[in-house]
């Protein structure tokens, strides 16, 4: 089992900066692919990134493309996700999520473990 705990995000401005953690528990994620989706009110859960087990490859969603940086450190059992220009479009729930190794995917339904969230709210 691995556990995710999401934390950083809160309120920013357009054009602004925020940063995003997730610290994992229970289990090394040195296997693990990782990924960040997030929902807005009313709309389904979407992709937003995604790092490769070693750190090696990522991808993004078009909409956050050039504007927002997966990193890992498997040493600390932490993601982030880097978020740079932000947008009011950008406001929504994050959510960290966890895959054993397998292909890079942007599909939820593929990942195994899930943080609780943290909220993005971003005024223009």
């Known amino acids: 089992q691995v556990q995710l705990v999401e934390s950083g995000g809160g309120y920013g401005q357009a054009g602004g900066s925020l940063r995003l953690s997730c610290a994992a528990s229970?289990?090394?994620?040195?296997?693990?692919?990782m990924g960040w989706f997030r929902q807005a009110p009313g709309n389904e859960r979407e992709f937003v990134a995604v790092i490769s087990w070693s750190g090696g490859t990522t991808y993004y969603a078009d909409a956050v493309k050039g504007r927002f940086t997966i990193s890992r450190d498997n040493a600390k059992n932490t993601v982030t996700l880097q978020m740079n220009k932000l947008k009011p479009e950008d406001t929504a729930v994050y959510y960290c999520?966890?895959?054993?190794?397998?292909?890079?995917?942007?599909?939820?339904?593929?990942?195994?473990?899930w943080g609780q969230g943290a909220q993005v709210t971003v005024s223009s």
């Open positions: 229970g289990r090394t994620i040195s296997g693990y692919t």
């Open positions: 999520a966890a895959r054993w190794r397998g292909v890079l995917t942007t599909l939820a339904d593929e990942f195994d473990y």
